[in-house]
């Protein structure tokens, strides 16, 4: 947090009231925080076992409904798994996917943003090149394919949405690049004698890190959403593994019989994403001197 | 003002044209009946491809020679008026007169002739044409109305490919087309005629007039129009608004949410299809499975009731041989038949030296999920652990044909052709590379009873072979599934005893 | 301005060329289609045959280059699936997709332009709120959910809509709105900060200060310097849509080539999904090299940018 300050004019102080005030930055943080508690200490919360199937109360509805039972909050699916449980271990897929998708992607694409930035010419040209051909490939049709012909599992799922999904840091890190390239510090430290790398990690990185930080909010609730469409394309996700995008793939037969069973795992997935785009949002915001824009 | 008042009225003409056009409902009242299919077929005959949805095109378009009743299941009479077995490898068809193909030209023996004949043509490269018609020796024509097939060696299923897959065509219109021309603009005798396609979404049958009735009776509904419509809940959606009358590809889990929904009928019936767990017995290499008690184990650990009747249907057949009931010569009262015992079943993993369970992988199309997540559930009550992996079939299938199955479950069969219990045994029981279990009595029991016309030795090689399978534990089998049949309450139509559909037999219902 | 389209074909080309490839490569070595392929009884030795046959056998290399000069000829493959040409399929289909593709960015940039303009007129008005929470919800709305949805309220419980299919423009109407919902927000934010930048300019300020109606402003100066990047996202959009429609047209069962595509993914139909590949990255490529060359002539300024 320390290199972000020097890269922003208000003192901490200032931020973190801008940051009270700002409704939409609290809403998606606390939302986000909670659903990373509910994730990590699922065991704890989770009144069953996720997994466990009980044929015998199969398609239970929620409590508020004519036959819910107080101890199926939620009512439960077709094999009789408590849906409550499922949907707080499903935000362990949502959020490991999120994240890792974020780092594997915001990995490669700031790589290549900072190289491409700041050596300029000829490296440029071919980051350039390189991101246009991502950019041209249809991102969630190459997922599909690909997810198709090795079949889904969570790493899958990660390693091919991370590899896919860096267009946008790479895009935003060497614009933000080129700006701080020729400032004064970095002079300086070139004629320090500093190497490139050293100028890149210890330099620029500090000063685009905001830059990136939104990036990779606004790409992990991508991120989510495409695991949750290629769950439910049955691409995705293997079963028994409770994810929301595959809760309603198996709940949509029953659409119109047990509505709950696609409107609880659906606006689980809204929301989290929801809370994302939020905070990606509030962190632009404050990041920027006149604030809100 | 002006120019506001000239918009309002082409939005107000294109509105009324989009409601005129949206008066368009399934139904009784313009004489279509409208129904849903969830894949669509490459081909819309029967002989170009081989799958159910294809032989629900095939089956209207076309007449076979003999014809199985969708009541009773028996073999009857349609285009041959009478057939005769001459020997156990050879019989005579006298085939009815005075019928039309729907393009006018007259049926004659010539057009059985020239059907077999191209079937005989292995150039042709037919779907499982092999399989179903190699055993084909010659065809002759006799005179204008009979003709004679022999066969190389006996076949006692041959009557199912018959009934099922071998719809006549005419002469001169394939000969002049080709007969590929089936595929796209087919010609056919059947009830009703293909008037248009819109290829893998949408088909128009129009009703053949001059249908000669009989056997099959004459149709009633004017038009039937077939759309393929992917996705369950949309189908389930279109029934429930009335979009259309029928739908034929619905799973019984499916179903289960359509029970109670207003003007929808939901029937189910008997299908030959059957699901086994397969263990990899052959294997070598610390493999528990190739120990009988820890299959014994596994046999004793399942409630087959309690998952069939939940997850499957209340009507689904529980197996207690590796077969379908409602298959030929499936034989039920063997010993020993597996029921749930748990403590036996523990037992025998301790004498089989695994007390503590062991680790196992159990691969499963992905839409029986529910099944594989049920028997990782009743596994685990016997220290097994299990690990799911759910796939598209044909990722299932090549991994299974390499021979990396520790366990599967293999469903199997469909339609007139797995009537006979040879169907099921057959590729699992060869000592073929989807042969799990390679044991030499059971495959040369098999191989015998499928040229052995005489029924009393086939029943009993077939018994020989389905109790050594429980002896051994080999399999296990689970369930027979159930068809259903989605219509809408304007539609009459009965569950055929087969699944099987003729959808030229449904009817309006007032 | 020739030089500039010479050197932006040039580009694109060598960018279709190397997606083609690297797209080639990836289903390639993602799994084993002949296996795949192999029908249902299919034995190893029967596999072998099919991997002989379709020349799966020989080295990646050599069956791209052949693909290659069958796709520069315009030969695309046939399906391994109906055995009808890959074109043939697709030209069949591209219609229905294009309807709803355009369609849905008319649709979305009706509603995105004005509203982002009136959202930039007044920020942090409670107009701007509402427009930003829309995006906000739009964004986070997964596609096959809002559809989900859709066909439950319009279709079943009011029946104002039919359900499934293409055959008349009421058909039309959940998918295109579906797939307009995914297409505003990008298109909305944009437009705001377009507007709003264009906005705090000198002369526009001065200009508001004279009393000259906002509403000329808009559309004299702050559209027009806006419209720039919004014909570059809506070329981007129109790719997305292609794309987006795999999923609206299997919930809806609209056979355009989403489905096809989505077909062809579960049955291994390889040929179909390199060319769908391909295609919607030609799209891609083509409509933005459209849009730059429309920004270059809108805006000289860009011709000596590279």
Redesign the interface.
Known sequence: MEEIQSSLPAPRRLRMRRALQHG?FIFGFAILFVTIVIAIFAPFIAPHDP???N?GV??LPPLWMQGGRPDYLLGTD??GRDYLSRLIYGSRVSLIVGFSTMLIAGAIGSALGFVGGYYGGRTDDIVT?VI??R????????A???I????GSLATIILVLGLLFWDRYAVVVRTATQQVRNADFIAAARVAGASAPWIIWNEIRPNVLHHILVIATLEM?MAI?SE??LS????GI???TPSW?LM?AEG????????YL?WVP?IA???L??AT??LG?GLRDLSQPEG?? | MKKLLKWSTAFGALMSLVLSASAVRAGQSDDTLRVALSRETDFIDSIHTSSADSDLFGTIIFDTLIYADRATGDFKPLLASSWNWTSDKSVEFKLRQGIKFQNGETFNADDVVFTFKQLMDMNNKFRQQQQDFGNIASVEKLDEYTVKLSLKQPEPTFENVLASRVGIWPNEYTEANGHMIHATKPVGTGPYALKSMQKGSSYTLVRNDNYFGGTRPKPTIGTIEIRVIP???TQ??EL?SGGIDMALSLSP??V??????PGVIVQTGQATRMYFLSMNVAGKDNNPLSNADVRRAISYAVNKP??VH??VSPDAAVLATNCNPSQRFCITDVKPVYELNLAKAKELMKTAGYANGFDVTLMAE?NI??I???L??YLSAIGIRVR?????LP?WRERYIKGESQMSIVGWGSGVTSLDISNTLGIFFNGSSTDYVKDKDITEWNATALRTTDKGKREELYRNTLTRINEQAYVLPLYGTVATYVLSEQVRYQAPVIDFPDISLAGWAK | MLSFVRGKLL?SL???L??SL??FA??HL??DLAA?LAGENASAEQIEEIRRSMGLDRSLLAQYASWLTGAARGDLGTSFFTRETVFSLFMARIGTTAILAVCALVVALTISLPLGMLAALR??SWLDRLV?SLA??G???????LA??M??IFG?TLRWLPVSGSSTPLHYIMPIVVLAVGAIPALMRLTR?GV?EVLEQDYIRTARSKGIPTARIMLNHAMRNAILPIISLSA?QL??L???S??VE?VFAIDGIGLL??RS??R?DFPV?QA??MF??AA??VLTLLADILNAWLDPRLRQKR
Not at chain 2, 256 to 261: I, W
Not at chain 2, 388 to 392: A, F, I, K, Q, V
Not at chain 3, 139 to 145: E, H, I
Request: charged share 10%; net charge neutral.
């Open positions: 939409g997994i466990a199937q044929l199969r398609l077709h094999l090149y246009n051909c950019l041209s490939m249809p991102g969630l049709l190459v599909l394919a690909v198709s012909l090795v079949g609730a959403l949750a469409s439910f394309l049955g691409l293997r079963a028994p995008g309603i949509r037969s029953f659409l119109f019989a047990k509505p696609v659906g997935i809204f929301l994403v929801l785009n939020l949002d809100r824009r | 996705e369950t809940q389930i959606a429930m889990t499916d289960t949410a359509l029970q109670g929904a309690e998952m939940s997850l992905a999920r529910a594989g997540e049920a990782q559930g799911l992996e759910t796939m598209p990722a | 580009v060598l960018v279709l190397t997606v690297v797209g990836l289903l993602s799994g795949t920020p942090n930003s906000l919800s964004q986070a709305l997964p596609s096959f959910f989900l949805m066909v439950s079943v900060s709003m981007v790719g997305t292609l794309g987006g795999v999923i299997s595509t989505y993914i579960q291994g999904v769908m590949l919607v990255s891609y490529i």
